[in-house]
Structures are given as structure tokens and as C-alpha cells.
């Protein structure tokens, strides 16, 4: 108990709590997210669920779908590099139960304490046009084989796609000793 | 009310579920209850309650009221956890009984002074139609045996849910000792008290 006090005083810690709120703007309605939290290796997670995926939710009133999936995470770091990053997959399930890929998007966590409304806009790896008149009829499509694609750019140039909707997040940030560390946010 | 080196931060909670939009429902009324990490503890107010039967009014048609004040004080010695208030709200069916029409949860927000949420409320939907018109006839619809599960992340992946209406909820909110304690929650009003901050 007294080696973990030190440890946490030594450390700068970052709070984030919020939700992810919902997704608009996609082409079909009854769909859920996985989500995920990526950071580097100075950042060690002390207690939360890192990743999750919500709910299938189908609006009723309006078009955009409600998840309101909770989301409580305590990081400590020795480091600013490898800042926290949100990445998230928004999927269609249809009345069969299965599901199809309809966006991928990534956005950081914001970095300055306070209450944030973010709107994460998402995208589609895009086919030939065979390949999207095949999906116009049967649905499927293309999906990232490594999903860290989504938070790096090393490889993007590869890739063709097509815009979708956007994810909307509401994310409550608390900073604890940055300010001992010299850090400005 | 002068600590130097206090151990814990209190977070104070005024404010009050203003009223709901419903656009296909009406008569109804709304339990609550805050969801807490294992750091937090209540020490003032309530932790639950129900408001009144609300109708929508011949004024404004598409309003429901409920004006339901909220007060609790919380401490606690870690952020994590931070309190959530969770919502359900019932109303009578085409048959008289009692039915949930929406679940939602937020949490109390973290920077003091005045804000307004607008929470989503869904309800748990069956996969089967004809359990969707069994659950008409006989009244009895999905509903979660305990409805702070809302306020969790885990084990959603396999519900599927309608989301059918917005509850309106206005927080006044108050921090004592969180600057002391080196977390930094952004921006806030001047503190004209000692160690409680408000805007």
C-alpha cells in the first residue's frame, strides 16, 4: 500500500470521464460501436475498462442513434508522448443479427482539463466499382485487417475511401500534477 | 473550514430533473438514482427517489414537467467513479399497466458551475416479433432487473435497444478541495469562498 502511494505521487495522473453519446449522418440506422483506448508505453491504466462495444440501438425519434456507453478511465504517466487516443468502429447490425462495417474513426483524447463535446467523423475503406455494386445488393464490404490502422498513419496512403457519418462524444478531463511537471495545457 | 492538507474533495450536487420529451407517451414519471465508483461516498441528500405523474400540457403539447429538486453531496478521495445519475421512466400502456418507456444516465458533471444535459432514455427491445407483440398484449416488457446497469459499460454488446425520448436535467455544481488536492478540472467562475468553488 505504501510502495503504490509513492508511485501515484510521483506520476502524473489524467482522469476521463464521459460518454460516447451516439452516431448520426450514417446510412442506415440500428448500429453499435466498438471502441477502444490507445496510448503509449509511458502510460500505465489504473483502473477502467480500456476497450467495450455498446449497445445496437435503433432511434426512434430522429435519426441519430443514442449509445450513452459510459466510460471512466484513470491513467497514470511518467510521459506526454503516446497521449491517449480514442479509436472507434461503428457497425450496422441488420435484422438477421449480422453485422457490417460502416466507419472507422480516431480522435485524441483532448488534452486540457474540462468538459469537451467532440464530434468524430468517420470512413469506409471503398472497393472497386464491382466490388460497391456487389455491396449495394448484399451489403458486406471491405474492412482494415489490422485495426491500428485507424489511430496510425504509417500505411494510409494505400488506402481508398468514401466519408460516413459522425460519432458525437461528450468527454470530462482531470489533470492531477501536470502543473508540477512544467506542463502547459 | 480552513485544511491544509485535507484527504478527500467533496462534490456537491443542487439541481433538478426540469422534464422529459416524449413524443409518443405520456403520464409519466421517472425514478433516479446515482451510480458511485467504490471511492465515492454520499454524505448529504438523497440517493434515490420518484417524482410525480406528469401529463403534457394543453399549453405546450409536446412538454412534460416534473421541476423534481436534486441535492446530494458526495466525498470521495479519488476522481474515478465519478458519480453518474441514472434515470428510468415509466408510464401506462394502451391496458393500464405500468411499463418502462426509457433508461438513460449521465454523469454529474465535473467543472462547477451551471449546466443543462439532455439525456437519451432507450428501452431494451426483443429480437423476436412475436415476443414484441406477446410483450403488448400481455404488458410485460424487457425490462432490467436492475437499472443502474445502465450506468455500466460491460455487457452491453449483446442488448439491443430503442431509443424513444430525452430527459432534461439542470446541475448547479460545487467543488471544496479538489485545487488542494492537485486536480485540475478546467476553467470555473472566481472563488470568492475559501476552498469552494462555484460560478
Excluded at chain 1, 116 to 141: D, Y
Excluded at chain 2, 149 to 167: D, K, P
Aim: hydrophobic share 35%; with cysteine.
Amino acid at each position: 500500500m505504501g510502495v503504490y502511494s509513492i508511485y501515484r505521487y510521483n506520476m502524473a495522473e489524467l482522469h476521463i470521464i464521459g460518454q460516447i453519446v451516439g452516431a448520426s449522418g450514417f446510412p442506415e440506422s440500428c448500429l453499435f460501436c466498438k471502441w477502444g483506448v490507445h496510448t503509449g508505453a509511458a502510460w500505465r491504466l489504473l483502473s477502467g475498462l480500456r476497450e467495450g462495444q455498446t449497445q445496437v440501438d435503433l432511434p426512434q425519434i430522429g435519426e441519430m442513434a443514442y449509445w450513452s456507453h459510459p466510460i471512466d478511465l484513470h491513467y497514470a504517466t511518467k510521459g506526454l508522448q503516446g497521449w491517449p487516443s480514442l479509436h472507434l468502429q461503428v457497425w450496422h447490425q441488420d435484422s438477421f443479427g449480422r453485422s457490417e462495417l460502416c466507419g472507422y474513426g480516431y480522435c485524441h483524447v483532448p488534452s486540457s482539463p474540462g468538459h469537451h463535446r467532440i464530434s468524430c467523423a468517420t470512413w469506409r475503406p471503398l472497393g472497386t466499382w464491382q466490388e460497391q455494386l456487389v455491396q449495394k445488393f448484399i451489403g458486406g464490404g471491405h474492412q482494415l485487417r489490422k485495426p491500428d490502422l485507424i489511430y496510425s498513419g504509417a500505411d494510409r496512403y494505400r488506402l481508398n475511401t468514401e466519408a460516413m457519418g459522425t460519432v458525437e462524444l461528450e468527454l470530462d478531463i482531470i489533470l492531477r500534477h501536470f502543473d508540477k511537471y512544467g506542463v502547459n495545457s | 473550514m480552513a485544511t491544509s492538507n485535507p484527504s478527500v474533495f467533496l462534490l456537491s450536487v443542487n439541481g433538478q430533473i426540469q422534464g422529459a420529451n416524449f413524443p409518443e407517451f405520456d403520464h409519466l414519471y421517472c425514478k433516479f438514482c446515482f451510480v458511485y465508483g467504490h471511492d465515492w461516498v454520499p454524505t448529504a441528500g438523497l440517493e434515490e427517489g420518484i417524482t410525480q405523474i406528469t401529463c403534457k400540457g394543453k399549453q405546450s403539447p409536446h412538454t412534460l414537467i416534473w421541476n423534481f429538486p436534486l441535492e446530494t453531496t458526495f466525498k470521495s478521495t479519488n476522481p474515478s467513479g465519478w458519480p453518474q445519475l441514472v434515470l428510468s421512466v415509466y408510464g401506462p400502456d394502451v391496458f393500464g399497466n405500468d411499463v418502462v418507456r426509457g433508461y438513460g444516465a449521465t454523469h454529474i458533471p465535473i467543472t462547477p458551475g451551471q449546466h443543462t444535459r439532455s439525456v437519451p432514455m432507450f428501452v431494451p427491445e426483443p429480437t423476436w416479433r412475436l415476443q414484441k407483440f406477446t410483450s403488448w398484449l400481455l404488458g410485460r416488457r424487457p425490462e432490467y432487473t436492475d437499472p443502474k446497469v445502465v450506468a455500466h459499460g460491460e455487457g452491453r454488446e449483446v442488448t439491443r435497444v430503442r431509443s424513444q425520448g430525452f430527459v432534461t436535467v439542470s446541475f448547479h455544481i460545487m467543488t471544496k478541495d479538489m485545487k488542494k488536492l492537485g486536480y485540475d478540472v478546467g476553467p470555473s467562475g472566481a472563488e470568492n469562498t475559501p476552498g469552494w468553488a462555484a460560478e
